[in-house]
């Protein structure tokens, strides 16, 4: 069989269950009683959403400009318009979302709902790219806002149109995900210290927020969870060569060759063993409340064990794990066999929480 040269390609594009994160907050409808229910609404990654919170307000759709791209005319006319809050209900589309969202804090409003002009998933509404903000509103904005379902949407319009006050709790206790009052957050990572500029950002970041981290986690504030970013081999290019320097478990689990030269250096699946092996570290370490080891043993397995100096070996991560007074063996036993025909309970869950494919990324309270 002939392996095309773009494999590599496919480690990138065919990633299991790959999605993005959407954080929601809990709408739900007070009055009229006909409608009384509860729905999802994505939060945007702009703004001030209330965490920990909720606003009760009376919801207004604008007899014009309903899509919100032009300033509102008047004082804060929202402002005014019920002795409740108001909650502004837009129409998806025309301008960005985060546009629409600063002409409604100028006019007055307490917080926005978007709604979708299509029925489709809720997506999160997304800031645009600083050089299409030439006024610098995207930092003012205060207020928060959320996309609706189209569905909803309507229904909403339908009982404005018939005057009546449609009254609404926003409620973002829910998307917190923190019930036992520590801060959580997510770093997806990767121990190649051989990718350029990106490894070098990612490590200078584990060192800098290293001592931080600890201070957090033995504090009992934070709930902190790294992640390795993790590929498949296609079924059919499961017994080449490039499938198995790149991949362990029979190509279910793969990195990119290091030093992207098939015949020298390092591997692939020497990337995704050490990876591997982090993720159990920092299992092991957690079932024995040492959960802040994980810090630990990444920076000096970065010192000691680097790929310039041909030491990213088994022998030198257990050298690093001993100096640890990490259990080597519990650590072993988490990792498996990478040689086994079967799936790797760890590197699968990976998979299935992979976000989208990005070579560094922190994820507080789900929020990118």
Known sequence: MVLPHF???????????GR??????????????TMKAKHDGAIGNFGVPNYGGFIVGSVHYPDKDSH????FEGDKPFKIHSYRPTILLLDRGECYFALKVWHAQIAGAAAVLVTDSIDETLITMDSPEESND???YIEKIQIPSALIEKSFGDELKQALSKKD????????????????NRVEYELWTNSNDECGARCEEQMNFVKNFKGHAQILERGGYTLFTPHYITWFCP???????????QCINHGRYCAPDPEKDFGEGYEGKDVVYENLRQLCVHRVANESNRSWVWWDYVTDFHIRCSMKEKKYTKQC???????????IEKIKKCMGDPEADVEN????NEQLRQVTFFSFSLNLNSKL
């Open 7 to 17: 494999l590599p390609f496919f480690f990138l594009l065919l990633v299991v269950d």
């Open 20 to 33: 993005f994160v959407v954080e929601k907050s809990s709408i739900t409808v007070l009055s009229p009683h």
């Open 68 to 71: 919100g791209c032009k300033p």
């Open 134 to 136: 030439a006024d610098g």
């Open 165 to 180: 006050e449609v009254m609404l709790r926003i409620d973002w206790r829910e998307s917190v995900p923190h019930p036992d």
């Open 235 to 245: 079924k059919p290019f499961v017994e080449s060569r490039q499938c198995k320097s």
């Open 317 to 327: 991560a257990e050298d690093v794990m001993k100096s640890l007074d990490l259990p």
């Open 345 to 348: 309970e760890v590197l699968k």
